[in-house]
């Protein structure tokens, strides 16, 4: 018997690995650009294997709208396999049908005696058919036997014996999909509302419509803003809290806003934002501005703006807006007011960033976190929600191939993904009613704001999912920052976290699990609203509630549902219960400190030159 000694093929020479340890290299001080090859732990293959296999599948990528058909496809064949195999299960489904096909016919016989939805009726977030005519036949009936078949639909796609929960998901997800695309509400035949507005007013909201349709079109093809946004202006009507920049680097501008108090405490507030969207979502029009609400409580503070990268940014990494954000702020906000504990707030992947620094900060004992507040943001993305459904090995390296090809991940591709997530309320129910009703939405700073997207890094985002969606590094202790894990049992700072009920990105059960991970005292806040609205909460909105308890370091674990009897709730925005959380966390008011510290001259006034790019 011999040992044969395997040489690489000539066509796949072997991979470079990038070293291990990235700190030794690292200059003492923070660099303040970004290295042209950053080594950083744990980063991909140097190599880039198949480059016509990844070119084919950025093209294929254009296609799908950057869905994985073999990811699809997998799910289905799982989801098919085991159906196949499980006939008492498909009687069932057969039984299934036929006894929703009779009760329906039996409601078409007794359509002018009996009560509108018999049958089915519509579940408590579906407003499709909310409307006082959907009660009448026979459009009643056209959505009950539409419902029947979603409620029958639903059944065949879930708890089906042997299927990977991640296929089931995928598969009820695009059934879902389809059918919410053929729901009666979309189509003018089948819509009381869109008839009635077209008897009353002759058709023109057909015309209407159409005008909208073409607009739409022509800004699609033009890549200009929705209309309606140019009411909504960056530094003037929008983003347009007085203040200066500070500080810049080639990833950020930090700004230092302007006191509006004669005192302020001394301690600041460091705002990191998520780089997916603008950072001015905490600073929309001044009615809602949580920077404005902030200064007007006493504080000094300071907000990221990240630039919208490009293409030679493709090898910006993930631990480069650690250094260059979060470090490079701190950095600066100690040289404005030196020895003083900074309360950081990190919003959605922001508040990811921060926790993994501040875990990091307290490994190697750095102390300048005083507190540390968590919008919306995980720690834990094993119940990251509807979002995990586009991430899994098949669909991040088709996602990773198409941004191979570009250098980044477009923006039409996110607010795709996030769309299909409330495909009836972001995209079903504006269509009907822009194009059927003839009518226009009204815009609104959020709105405008959410339209305003950037762009994602190479190889940022691809570290992003692989560490911390796929493999779930930081909360099972497997997260390296410069070459050491780190855990968030290390952080012992205060912590403020908020989780918002309707959130589809960031599942409020998903944020709760910081109450195990971090060795802190934990103040959980639980409030009404999605991702975006349940955080911008100005104490002048009536509609706002939340829940709020307190749970200290040494105290026994709560699980979220107990949590959810326990904890007392609160009429009003959550605002005013986090100031008040940070001024008992914070020293008496004194003198504010002064705007920047020198080289400031030639920086823009807020919100500075990134966020227009």
């Not at 009820?172 to 509400?185: C, I, K, N, T, Y």
């Not at 003018?188 to 007013?201: D, Y």
């Not at 509807?386 to 570009?406: A, G, H, P, Y």
């Amino acid at each position: 018997m011999s040992v044969v000694k395997v040489f690489p093929r000539a066509e796949e020479p072997p991979a470079q690995a990038l070293p291990a340890n990235s700190a030794a290299e690292a200059p003492a001080t923070i660099p303040e650009r970004i290295p042209e090859k950053p080594a950083v732990a744990n980063s991909l293959p140097a190599s880039e294997p198949y480059p016509f296999d990844r070119a084919f599948h950025a093209m294929l990528a254009r296609v799908t709208g950057g869905i994985s058909p073999v990811a699809l496809s997998l799910a289905w064949l799982d989801w098919g396999t085991h159906i196949a195999a499980a006939p008492e299960r498909r009687m069932q489904m057969f039984r299934n049908g036929l006894r929703d096909t009779g009760m329906l016919l039996q409601a078409v016989a007794h359509a002018t005696s009996q009560k509108p939805w018999s049958v089915i009726e519509p579940q408590g977030r579906d407003r499709r058919f909310k409307d006082p005519q959907w009660e009448t036949a026979p459009f009643n009936l056209l959505a009950q036997a539409f419902l029947l078949s979603e409620r029958w639909w639903h059944d065949a796609t879930t708890g089906v014996r042997g299927v990977s929960h991640a296929n089931e998901a995928v598969v009820e997800f695009s059934v879902r999909q389809m059918l919410d695309m053929l729901a009666p509400s979309n189509f003018a035949a089948t819509n009381p509302q869109v008839l009635e507005k077209a008897f009353q007013s002759g058709g023109e909201n057909f015309v209407f419509g159409w005008q909208n349709w073409c607009s739409d079109l022509m800004r699609l093809l033009s890549v200009s803003k929705p209309a309606g946004d140019e009411q909504f202006v960056v530094g003037k009507t929008v983003a347009a809290t007085p203040g200066k920049v500070v500080y810049r680097n080639d990833l950020i501008e930090l700004i230092q806003y302007h006191p509006t108090t004669a005192q302020v405490r001394p301690e600041p507030i460091l705002i990191v934002p998520a780089w997916i969207m603008k950072y001015y979502i905490l600073d929309l029009s001044p009615q809602n501005s949580l920077v404005r609400y902030l200064t007007g409580q006493g504080f000094t503070v300071f907000a990221i703006s990240w630039r919208n990268p490009d293409a030679k940014d493709r090898d910006v990494a993930f631990d480069d807006y650690r250094k260059l954000g979060v470090m490079a702020a701190l950095d600066t906000i100690g040289r404005i007011m030196p020895d003083r504990k900074t309360h950081a707030l990190g919003y959605c992947l922001g508040g990811t960033l921060l926790s993994i620094a501040a875990a990091a900060m307290a490994r190697d004992g750095d102390g300048r976190l005083g507190t540390i507040t968590l919008l919306a943001a995980q720690t834990d993305f094993t119940e990251a929600g509807e979002l995990t459904l586009f991430i899994n090995e098949s669909q991040v390296t088709f996602l990773e191939d198409m941004m191979w090809q570009r250098g980044y991940l477009d923006t039409t591709q996110m607010a795709g993904a996030f769309q299909l997530l409330r495909s009836n309320e972001l995209i079903w129910s504006r269509l009907s009613r822009d194009y059927l009703m003839g009518e226009s939405s009204q815009p609104s700073d959020l709105m405008a704001w959410n339209a305003d997207a950037t762009r994602l890094p190479y190889r940022m985002h691809s570290e992003y999912l692989r560490k911390l969606f796929l493999d779930n590094d930081l909360a099972e202790g497997r997260y390296r920052v410069e070459g050491r894990s780190v855990s968030l049992s290390d952080i012992h700072a205060p912590m403020f976290v908020v989780g918002t009920l309707a959130d589809h990105v960031a599942p409020w059960r998903s944020v709760y699990k910081i109450h195990y991970q971090a060795d802190a005292d934990v103040t959980f806040l639980l409030t009404n609203g999605g991702h975006n609205a349940g955080v911008v909460a100005p104490p002048d909105e009536p509609w706002h509630t939340y829940q709020v308890m307190t749970k200290a370091a040494d105290a026994p674990y709560v699980g979220p549902d107990e949590w959810l009897k326990l904890a007392p709730r609160v009429e009003g925005s959550w605002w005013p219960e986090w100031a008040q959380w940070l001024a008992a966390r914070s020293g008496e008011p004194c003198d504010p400190p002064s705007i920047g510290v020198g080289g400031t001259d030639g920086l823009p006034d807020a919100p500075g030159d990134y966020v227009h790019s």
